[in-house]
């Protein structure tokens, strides 16, 4: 199905460790985005990509990395794992930016100890 | 910068009865709003989106959205619940000029369907 995969669905670290979120869009968008979702707080933006060849920071950019492979990929990297890290990440593509609707991938559910 | 205001945590309706989401936004010039809609252990799924013209905009599952400029309000109503639409509610707001456009979004209204 047409759509945004996340990998991996769950991940524990070890504080200090690194990892790197993966988020493939197959729908030909342009822009594509990194949440993250906390209890009681929304999703609040660390990253996105306007289009390829660019990144932006978001709201909480602090201990993250993105990188925008090609058009269909978008990578979170956390160099240095904390427990205020634990969170479940959520990628998304749009169309472009602005008023489009987003495509939101299932999640990756990360805790950090 | 814009932000979301969703005033309600946590609604119980009772199945059949009607229900509103409240959701007010922080922005000076005409914002891009969306509803999306969270079942449990997935992502988002947009409900409906409103840009301009007509104020009141429909969506997927029956719902309904009002903009209200005067209010700086975009509520979401269903005039009858179904057990299935037990879910969280997540409005968000754009904006349709320059700066940051990506989507910010309110905390989140949980809603549960009593029989």
Redesign the interface.
Known sequence: NAG?TQTPKFQVLKTGQSMTLQCAQDMNHNSM?W?RQDP??????IY?S?SEGTT?K??VPNGYNVSRLNKREFSLRLESAAPSQTSVY?C?SSEA???Y??T????TRLTVV | AQSVTQPDIHITVSEGASLELRCNYSYGATPYLFWYVQSPGQGLQLLLKYFSGDTLVQGIKGFEAEFKRSQSSFNLRKPSVHWSDAAEYFCAVVRGDTGRRALTFGSGTRLQVQP
């Open positions: 945004v985005y949440y009681g707080m929304g999703l609040r933006l996105y306007a932006d978001g709201e959520f998304a930016v602005g008023g609707g987003y939101f991938g299932s999640g």
